[in-house]
């Protein structure tokens, strides 16, 4: 039957021929609505009128065979009609319809019996067991001492909680579902942030190369613009003295043709501007000198080392304030231990390491003679002058003026105008009177009088 439903397909419907079917040149059977069909798409521009063909001259081919079919006026309502193949088809649908009222009733279905009691039916369940069983096995058989129940209670029980499990189940597969969509939309994000991350980078290093490039020729043009004016100087210089060297040549190529002149009077008469000539082409002085190192170029030396370590330190901004802050307190830590062991070295000579508080005047921060001198000087005749390199030689100050300077520290404040009390002191310990100059001895061993104005501060 199967074959022969086949052989009763339309090529065009692809459904069982419905009649009228027609039969072509080529021996083939179409539904003649789908050769109407076929011959108007076909012909498109031929006038049709109520789904049919009224001009003569249409054609098409066969679907099956592709085989040219010629209509005449009538179109495809003068093509023959296939009755043999209407007939099988009409048997083919009575006997269909009668094989399907033959077909067995639908079966009841069955009931399970109890293996036990083949004449009884399971009507129970043992909790116990979780088995089925029947009521003689209840009472009679191996479930008289389990708990049982009817079954259709256990069956509803049961199916209710399987329903609800399923239930559940299909929710957390939803749920599932959904984390799975979220994870594969965060796999599109990460993929598509990290192109837009490496993209970004890789034009930040091309700007950067750009830079590096620009300031490359900057550097070279730099350089190449010194080179060049250099060397123009230098063969400046090289051609003002070739052209020296050619009027000397010349002047000792005229003295030796006039040394060989024989007579005395003609000699007399070119020597002497000769000679005038040969002292003014000894002088040299007039041409100028390469200076010293005037060749050397090694201002032009760039360090990058700064450079280097911020191409090596070029990181992400996370990794980078991470590793800034230990770079930061490391950094904090050197200069505190840098700051106490120079104040613990750095100590003013002369001065006992005592736990007196040091004087104000001796700290390094006060002003220096040498700083004071032109204020004490400015008042007076130029004649009498300071020097300031004598007050560095000095007697050092002694630990009974640390002292005493340091019970006065809080009524003192250290300014420039507190110099003179300074000098008063060294010159008092220098001279006992102080009216008179220190003598003291230079670093060549020569002596020098330094003067004191200790005098000027005393009342009239």
Request: charged content about 25%; overall charge negative; glycine content about 4%.
């Amino acid at each position: 039957m199967d074959s022969l439903e086949k052989q009763l397909i339309c090529p065009i419907c692809l459904e069982m021929f419905t009649k009228p079917v027609v039969i072509l040149p080529c021996q083939h059977n179409l539904c003649r609505k789908c050769a109407n069909d076929i011959f108007q798409a076909s012909n498109p521009y031929l006038p049709t009128r109520g789904g049919s063909t009224l001009s003569s001259g249409g054609r098409f081919r066969c679907p099956s065979c592709r085989h040219e079919v010629v209509l005449d006026r009538h179109g495809v309502y003068g093509l023959q009609r296939n009755l043999l193949v209407e007939n099988i088809i009409d048997m083919y649908k009575q006997e269909t319809i009668s094989t399907n009222n033959k077909a067995e009733p639908q079966q009841k279905p069955t009931v399970m019996m109890c293996e036990v009691h083949e004449e009884e039916k399971i009507n129970i369940y043992c909790l116990s067991c979780s088995a089925p069983t029947c009521s003689l096995c209840k009472v009679f058989g191996a479930h008289q001492n389990c708990e049982v129940a009817p079954l259709n209670t256990v069956y509803e029980s049961q199916k209710a909680e399987l329903s609800e499990g399923v239930a559940m189940l299909v929710g957390n597969n939803d749920r599932i579902q959904a984390i799975i969509s979220l994870l594969e939309e965060s796999c599109r994000t990460v993929e598509e942030n990290g192109r837009k991350q490496k993209s970004h980078v890789c034009e930040t290093f091309d700007h950067l190369y750009a830079l590096l490039e620009d300031r490359k020729g900057e550097l070279t043009l730099k350089i190449t613009s010194e080179q060049q004016e250099k060397l123009n100087y230098i063969k400046g210089l090289q051609r003002r003295y070739t052209e020296h060297l050619d009027k000397s040549a010349k002047l000792v190529e005229t003295g030796i043709h006039t040394m060989e002149e024989p007579e005395m009077a003609i000699f007399l008469q070119t020597s002497k501007p000769l000679l005038q000539k040969i002292t003014e082409g000894k002088n040299t002085s007039h041409l100028e000198k390469l200076e010293r190192g005037y060749e050397n170029m090694d201002h032009f030396t760039v360090s990058f080392d700064n450079e280097r370590r911020a191409i090596y330190n070029i990181d992400f901004i996370g990794d980078d304030n991470e590793d800034g802050d230990s770079n930061d307190e490391e950094e904090e830590d050197e200069v505190v231990n840098d700051a106490h062991i120079s104040g613990r070295t750095q100590e003013p000579e002369g001065l006992n390491t005592s736990p007196v508080k040091q004087s104000p005047f001796l700290t390094p921060s006060s002003p220096s003679v040498a700083d004071t001198a032109p204020q004490l000087t400015s008042g007076l005749s130029p004649a009498l002058t300071l020097d300031p390199s004598a007050a560095q030689n000095t007697p050092p100050i002694t630990q009974t003026m640390t002292t005493n300077m340091a019970q006065n520290i809080s009524s003192v404040t250290p300014t420039p105008s507190t110099a003179p009390s300074t000098l008063e002191n060294t010159a008092t310990e220098g001279s006992a009177n102080p009216s008179e100059g220190i003598t003291t001895q230079t670093s060549d061993g020569l002596p020098r009088h330094v003067f004191s104005f200790s005098w000027l501060n005393t009342p009239k």
